[in-house]
Each structure stands twice: as C-alpha cells, then as structure tokens.
C-alpha cells in the first residue's frame, strides 16, 4: 500500500470524513447486539418471555416465534442507538467542521491521505466536561478505513493529537470510546491511556436498560509523554 500523509482538514473532504465515521460507528451495532445477548439481564428476560408464551400458548412454535421477534427487536435497537448517536453527531459538530474544528480556539481536525483519497480522521476540541477544562483537550471523531488500518495510521493521528495539546500548554487529553469496540480500547491504553469512567453518551439508551450498556462510553486520559 501506498504511504499515507495526515495534514489539516480541507473543506473537500468534508464528505469522506462523514461518511467514514458514520461507516466506522455502524460497525459497532453487531457487537454492541452480542454485548447485549451475553448479559445476564438480557438472557432472563428473553427466557421469560419464551417460558410465559409457552405458558400461555402450549405451542413451542409459538414460542420460538415470539422469541425470534423479541431478538429482532433488540437487534432493532441496539442498530437505532448507533444510527442516533451518527445522526447527532452529523447535526451537531460535524454540521459544520471548518467552525467546530478549524474556527474555535485550541481545535483542530486531521485527515489521513493515502493513494489519493481521505483514509482516516481524528479531531481535538475543548472537552464537553467543564472539570477538564484548562488542563486538557479531548480526543473525538478518529476514524480510519477498515482497509487501511493495522498500518499505524490511528496511532500517528493519536499522536498528533497529542503534540497539539502539547504545544498549546496543556498536560492531558481525554477521549470517549464505545465499550464494544475492544480493539481502540487496547491501542489507546498501550498508549498510556488510562480508564477513569463510565457513561451513556445515548438518551436512547437509557431507556432501554437491558441494551444500555451498549452504548456506554470509556472515559480515558493520558499526559502526553506517558507510554507514548
């Protein structure tokens, strides 16, 4: 494969940008549903419900039907709390990168390029929680290929994210990431992150309790220079 270069974000790759984060979150549904199915919570319910329609219909057909449908129907909303946070997120800081991104103070938005097109993405911005504010800067949106990844892309954009904050004078960066997605979990705490909380980033999702834990998000924080 060809080499890749990350430079600032341009307004021409407004489009590939979006659609490689709204592509990249969507791959988190299947094992957010298979997250969903091997807790406890999850498992008693459906069994519940597949042993009081066998109650109620003596039919065991009946029965498997209705738990098929109950498992469609979470499979259905564990695909909507994803499709949600992707359409929050397209209305709120992605409506308009160049001013979220580019505009506001101590923000910024990279893109990977490889073999003429955007292959990966990764932006800072002011944290959401006023308490990190002033020592640190938060890590959001980085996405990369499925094609091009395992090439150190995510880490050289995690980087300059890093040296960003560094050169503006503050001394951490925290970011969020998706409880299922195991592999950035791995790759941020060999990078010195650490796990410091828990939360649900999805309104949705707290209404769906057996499904809630899906969607929470691990909050982690770094200092630049610690395992990088």
């Given at each position: 494969m060809a080499p890749?270069?990350?430079?600032?974000?341009?307004?021409?790759?407004?489009?590939a940008v979006c659609t490689m984060f709204g592509h990249g979150v969507m791959e988190h549904a299947p094992a957010a549903f298979i997250y969903m199915l091997k807790r406890l919570r999850a498992q008693l319910h459906f069994l519940g419900l597949f042993l009081a329609v066998l109650a109620a219909s003596r039919s065991l057909?009946?029965?498997?039907?209705a738990l098929l449908l109950a498992l469609t129907g979470g499979w259905f909303c564990s695909w909507c709390i994803w499709t949600d946070y992707v359409q929050q997120s397209l209305r709120n800081d992605l409506l308009d990168i160049r001013r979220t991104?580019?505009?506001a103070a101590d923000s910024c938005l990279w893109v990977a390029g490889a073999e003429g097109?955007?292959?990966?993405?990764v932006g800072a911005?002011?944290?959401?929680?006023?308490?990190?504010?002033?020592?640190a800067l938060e890590l959001k949106r980085m996405s990369v290929e499925r094609e091009h990844r395992g090439?150190?892309?995510?880490r050289a954009l995690c980087r300059t994210v890093i040296r960003f904050a560094q050169e503006r004078g503050y001394s951490a960066v925290v970011l969020s990431t998706s409880m299922v997605h195991y592999s950035a979990q791995q790759l941020y705490e060999s990078m010195g992150f650490r796990r410091v909380s828990q939360r649900s980033p999805s309104l949705l999702a707290s209404f769906l309790s057996h499904v809630a834990a899906v969607a929470q998000a691990s909050r982690l924080g770094t200092y630049p220079g610690e395992g990088i």
């Amino acid at each position: 494969m060809a080499p890749y270069r990350i430079r600032q974000y341009e307004d021409g790759d407004y489009e590939a940008v979006c659609t490689m984060f709204g592509h990249g979150v969507m791959e988190h549904a299947p094992a957010a549903f298979i997250y969903m199915l091997k807790r406890l919570r999850a498992q008693l319910h459906f069994l519940g419900l597949f042993l009081a329609v066998l109650a109620a219909s003596r039919s065991l057909l009946v029965s498997l039907l209705a738990l098929l449908l109950a498992l469609t129907g979470g499979w259905f909303c564990s695909w909507c709390i994803w499709t949600d946070y992707v359409q929050q997120s397209l209305r709120n800081d992605l409506l308009d990168i160049r001013r979220t991104y580019l505009e506001a103070a101590d923000s910024c938005l990279w893109v990977a390029g490889a073999e003429g097109a955007v292959v990966g993405a990764v932006g800072a911005v002011l944290p959401e929680f006023p308490s990190e504010r002033g020592h640190a800067l938060e890590l959001k949106r980085m996405s990369v290929e499925r094609e091009h990844r395992g090439r150190g892309i995510t880490r050289a954009l995690c980087r300059t994210v890093i040296r960003f904050a560094q050169e503006r004078g503050y001394s951490a960066v925290v970011l969020s990431t998706s409880m299922v997605h195991y592999s950035a979990q791995q790759l941020y705490e060999s990078m010195g992150f650490r796990r410091v909380s828990q939360r649900s980033p999805s309104l949705l999702a707290s209404f769906l309790s057996h499904v809630a834990a899906v969607a929470q998000a691990s909050r982690l924080g770094t200092y630049p220079g610690e395992g990088i």
